[in-house]
Every structure is written in C-alpha cells, then in structure tokens.
C-alpha cells in the first residue's frame, strides 16, 4: 500500500517534525558535517592531507582533489607555482586551547626549488565563502605543539615521518 507524504507525516509527527528541523537547520547553517562511512560500524572517515603525487597547478595554483565520501572538494593554495612538488612536509592544526576539535591551518609542501606551499581545504560549493575544517585527530600523540607558536598553547603540528605519523584526522564539520 502506497501513502502520500503527508499520510507518512501525519503518521510520525515527531519524526518528520525531527528531520525537518535537522534539515532547515544544515541547511541555513552553511555548515558541512561528518558522515559515517559505510560499512564501517557507523564510524566517521578518516582524512589526511592530500599525497604529493595528487598535488598539481591548475589555473596558477596549486590544487589536489579531496574525494573522501561526503567530503568532496579542493586542497587550495594561494601561492603561485614556483616548482614541482616533492613532499607533504607537515600538517599545521589550531587547537584553539582545547585538546579536542581543532581547526586544520593547512598542509604544507616541499617544492624542488626549496620553496614551500601552504594547501587549505575547501569543500565543493564554498567557492568564495570563508570556513574552516574542523576536526579531531586520529593519534594525538603525533601533533606536536608548534615551536614556532609564542603562547605554546594554540598550535600543533604534525610531521609525517613514516606509515606510523600518518597525521590523519577526522572531519566534523567545515564553517565559521
């Protein structure tokens, strides 16, 4: 038996009334918030900055696309090219004070002319829309407070070393 939506409404008044505010609200908010991945016991996904290998110049930037599941976008940087890619040198977080839900700075490369390049994420449709990505890390034994942070309280950072520093975090949400 087929129902028409406002039968399946007036059958779950609380649910409907539930995901409708749950949607107005994401929606209004401009915020992009973790999805589980699937099969995976609802357990959110894990993101890393971009490999160098995925790091190339489009249009006078550098870019590398993101395409974790519900996370699709762009690693951007404002610098203009000045040489290959070699390596992700580290990965700058603002913690904000708290030990939990910081702010990813951005992604730092090595170029072969000994420049470095700073990579911001950005998600598909924020073109132009300042935000930030927030999220907690993985292993908070590889986030090193930032020796070039004055206060030492703010900042930390993580180099990837090896398979064991992967630097990875989980995505919450991306806005203000």
């Given amino acids: 038996m087929k129902h028409s939506l406002g039968e399946v409404i007036s059958m779950t008044p609380f649910i409907?009334?539930?995901?409708?505010?749950a949607?107005?609200?994401?929606?209004?908010?401009?915020?992009?918030?973790?999805?589980?991945?699937?099969?995976h016991d609802n357990a959110p996904a894990l993101m890393a900055c971009p490999p160098a290998a995925r790091v190339h110049v489009h249009d006078g930037r550098y870019h590398a696309r993101e395409t974790l599941g519900g996370w699709e976008g762009e690693w951007l940087s404002p610098a203009r090219p000045s040489?290959?890619?070699?390596?992700l040198e580290r990965v700058l977080l603002?913690?904000?004070?708290?030990?939990?839900?910081?702010?990813?700075?951005?992604?730092t490369y090595g170029l072969m002319s000994g420049h470095e390049i700073d990579l911001a994420y950005q998600p598909?449709?924020?073109?132009?829309?300042?935000?930030?990505?927030?999220?907690?890390v993985e292993n908070k034994g590889?986030?090193?407070?930032?020796?070039?942070?004055?206060?030492g309280d703010a900042f930390r950072e993580c180099t990837p070393s090896s398979a064991s520093r992967a630097c990875r975090f989980f995505p919450i949400r991306y806005g203000r």
């Fill in 23 to 39: 949607l107005v609200a994401a929606c209004s908010s401009d915020v992009l918030a973790a999805e589980p991945t699937p099969g």
């Fill in 83 to 87: 040489g290959a890619v070699s390596r």
């Fill in 124 to 136: 598909d449709g924020s073109e132009g829309r300042l935000g930030n990505l927030y999220v907690d």
């Fill in 142 to 151: 590889e986030w090193l407070l930032d020796p070039d942070d004055a206060a």
């Fill in 94 to 107: 603002y913690t904000q004070g708290a030990e939990t839900n910081a702010i990813v700075v951005n992604c």
């Fill in 16 to 21: 409907a009334v539930a995901t409708t505010v």
